[in-house]
């Protein structure tokens, strides 16, 4: 079963009914567990991840159905005070922001990953453009090994936004902006550069093809777009054997 809601509605959904099935089975099934919080907790974890898994949740949120609430039992065994939960949480929102929405989380790109997009440049002076720029890691170290060149990246999570925006100041050749890509005409750039995740591929590619120049180059990290056979695909000698999926348009 698939669900196209948020993912957190899809979460809220899942931790309920996974509350709902492990009350029903302690009553009824395993009613030692009522005496022991953390067992019962993980109980929980287990009914949620199922459901989660039968409601259409990627992969990675199922680890996640599985820890939260044992995480909550034990974490409320800790003499913290409240405050830091709070930090804790607006510190991860100022970060990742509405990932939840975007359905993309915060990948950062490595050097390696810079010096193989840098073979992909032309010879001759170009704009690029970063789709999700993080902290602007990879920019970085592109603006500075081709000074002839104007390099943009597009950033929506505030504090990577701010990282990439101050430590970008002393690159001539580099800009920073904060807010949404989709909403960023991709006409003036001849590489557009994205390390997003499957899930707006197919739409980014329609955008690309509405929008980018013939001749002009489009650069996925890791994901590919679905149907769709990229000129030539570029293997990045990191930890992660990266791939750099190289569509012409």
Known sequence: MS??????RVALIAQVGGGIAAAALIRLVYPQLSGIPLAAAALQGVCAALIGNWLGSPKWWLPIHCGFLPAVVLA???????????????LLLLVYWRTDQSRVPLYLSNAATALALEQLLPPQPCQV???????????????????????????????????????????????????????????????????????????????ARAEMRSGTLLVSNSFAVPGQTPERVVAVADRRSTQLHCYRL
Do not use: T
């Open 129 to 207: 453009v970063d789709l999700g720029c993080g902290h602007g890691g990879l920019l970085r170290r592109l603006a500075r090994a081709r000074c002839d060149c104007r390099f943009v990246g597009i950033e929506h999570a505030p504090l990577p936004w701010l990282w990439a925006r101050l430590a970008s100041l002393a690159q001539a050749n580099l800009k920073i902006r904060y807010g949404d890509f989709w909403q960023q005409d991709l006409a003036a750039f001849d590489i557009v550069y994205v390390f997003l995740s499957p899930v707006p591929m197919r739409r980014l590619m329609n955008k």
């Open 3 to 8: 669900f196209s809601r948020s993912p957190l």
């Open 76 to 90: 409320s065994r800790l003499e913290i005070a409240p405050s830091w939960y709070l930090a804790a949480f607006v």
